[in-house]
């Protein structure tokens, strides 16, 4: 995903859990690795655009008078910039779009776009390479994926190209909460829809004891 590994982990209680002995976990779109084998955070050092873009943003989200409600998450390797929180998250989005891609480019860094985000990450990592390797990796027969924003897009792509190659794939798109954006070009493509997280939990929930 796009958290940092370390996060998902944490978050999702992974670390010495029964049963899950073999989880890997790839986060910051595939650029860092968590292996339960050993419990560590694989990773390359960020590039030093991460660093200059974090001493930078504060000060040109105040320059350009980001409205109330903008905030910013750091990832560690990423930074991301919200407007949900806005009055007008589009308007509020549009007003940052152009000068945080201005600043990204400086840096040698991308800008992810996704509903009212955007975020700023070293470039060479999607999720849909990093889908593809550990696919390969591991010799499946088979994957599912679950995506909820534009950065699930790549990841999208792979799983058709691994479709054609024999692998049996299974799009999953978790809709966000009725007047939240939508994402059409998942939408579009999934092969199942389920509401949110709690609906892709469930149905995970469901699939491990049908298996």
Do not use: N
Not at 57 to 66: F, I, K, M, Q, S
Not at 74 to 96: F, I, M, N
Not at 101 to 117: D, F, I, S, T, W
Request: aromatic share 6%.
């Amino acid at each position: 995903g796009a958290r940092e590994a370390a996060d998902a982990v944490r978050f999702g209680g992974f670390a010495g859990a029964a049963g899950l002995e073999g989880l890997t976990v790839l986060g910051a779109y595939g650029a860092e690795r968590w292996d339960a084998g050993d419990g560590t955070v694989r990773a390359p050092e960020p590039p030093p655009g991460v660093a200059a873009v974090r001493a930078e943003l504060p000060r040109l989200l105040e320059r350009l008078g980001a409205p109330e409600g903008t905030w910013t998450e750091d990832k560690g390797r990423a930074l991301a910039v919200h407007t949900r929180r806005a009055a007008s998250p589009d308007e509020a989005l549009e007003l940052l779009r152009a000068p945080l891609y201005a600043l990204a480019k400086e840096h040698g860094l991308m800008v992810e776009p996704g509903r009212m985000v955007l975020e700023l990450r070293p470039p060479g990592a999607d999720k849909g390479a990093a889908l593809t390797g550990y696919v390969q990796e591991k010799s499946a027969t088979a994957v599912v994926y679950g995506g909820d924003d534009r950065g699930d897009l790549p990841a999208y792509d792979a799983v058709a190209a691994l479709r054609a190659q024999g692998t049996a794939g299974l799009l999953v798109y978790s809709a966000p909460e009725a007047g939240t954006e939508t994402v059409p070009a998942l939408a579009e493509r999934a092969d199942l829809t389920l509401s949110g997280p709690a609906g892709l939990t469930g149905w995970l929930h469901r699939l491990a004891d049908s298996l």
